[in-house]
């Protein structure tokens, strides 16, 4: 089944094993080309996984478990843990400052080169926003997001 909170048609779920940053899991929309006879195409197999139909899901139709194929990226992934609810504002994704626990992670080639926490950081820009009424109303939220990225790219990521 096909929705449209997931506009990309994919979910992939990333694991940092002893380092090396690899595909963990996912489930993906893909419509099996019709034809002719009671057989049906499917897709591939994903590093020795083959997909398994997910009838019950809700946004997606196969998904492969546990594929553990190491990605070779290069970049930082920007993750965070305990969510604040009250600043929760529904926009289709949850920015970085909705988060109490953020850190960056940096591979290089697939490999976690290093880590930052940046929890302290966005902490002193919730309260600095908050001072200034930043959210109290919802027509500013998108600013509070530009605000918050660019502070943080200034002072501290890459």
Known sequence: MT?????????AQYQVVDGQLKLHDLSLNHRPRVVPG????????LNGVQAVREDEM?????????VNLPLGYTGGVVIGRDFIDDLSTHRGFDPVWEY??????????????????????LDRRRIE???QG???DAAKLGAIDTKMIEGLRRSYFR
């Open 134 to 136: 930043a959210f109290d």
């Open 129 to 131: 926003l908050k001072s």
């Open 3 to 11: 929705s449209t909170a997931c506009w990309r048609g994919y979910i």
């Open 58 to 66: 809700f946004f997606c139709d196969w998904g492969f478990s546990n």
């Open 38 to 45: 009671p057989r049906r195409l499917e897709p591939p197999s």
């Open 100 to 121: 109490r626990r953020v850190q960056e992670l940096v591979f290089d080639k697939g490999r976690l080169v290093e880590t930052n926490d940046a929890s302290n950081d």
